[in-house]
């Protein structure tokens, strides 16, 4: 099994053909990653087991700037989810 998960660098660049590079540049590239069933699905187990923390931990949170940083792992989270399930 192959996953292809986009990697976001910011403005960091990551050296991947060793051609200099002056900092400014947004490099993005996919990951690839083989996993066997037994591993596919602990993988999954992790995430729904993340998954419900997460949404504990957001129902009890008074910040509302936390409550935006964790939607947006649980958003991230989900969207591990749905490509692990895609792949199946």
Same mark, same amino acid.
């Given at each position: 099994?192959?996953?292809?998960?986009?990697?976001?660098?910011?403005?960091?660049?990551?050296?991947? +053909?060793?051609?200099?590079?002056?900092?400014? %540049?947004?490099?993005? &590239?996919?990951?690839?990653?083989? $996993?066997?069933? /037994?591993? !596919?699905?602990?993988?999954r187990e992790l995430l729904e087991e993340k998954?419900?923390?997460?949404?504990?931990?957001? +129902?009890?949170?008074?910040?509302?700037?936390? %409550?935006?940083?964790? &939607?947006?792992?649980?958003?991230? $989270?989900?969207? /591990?989810? !749905?490509?692990?399930?895609?792949?199946?």
């Open positions: 099994m192959r996953f292809l998960w986009p990697q976001s660098f910011g403005n960091r660049a990551l050296p991947v +053909d060793n051609k200099p590079r002056t900092g400014s %540049e947004t490099v993005s &590239q996919g990951m690839k990653l083989e $996993l066997t069933d /037994l591993e !596919r699905d602990f993988m998954q419900a923390r997460l949404i504990q931990e957001i +129902d009890h949170t008074d910040t509302r700037n936390f %409550e935006e940083l964790l &939607q947006n792992k649980l958003a991230a $989270l989900e969207s /591990l989810k !749905r490509k692990l399930e895609t792949e199946s």
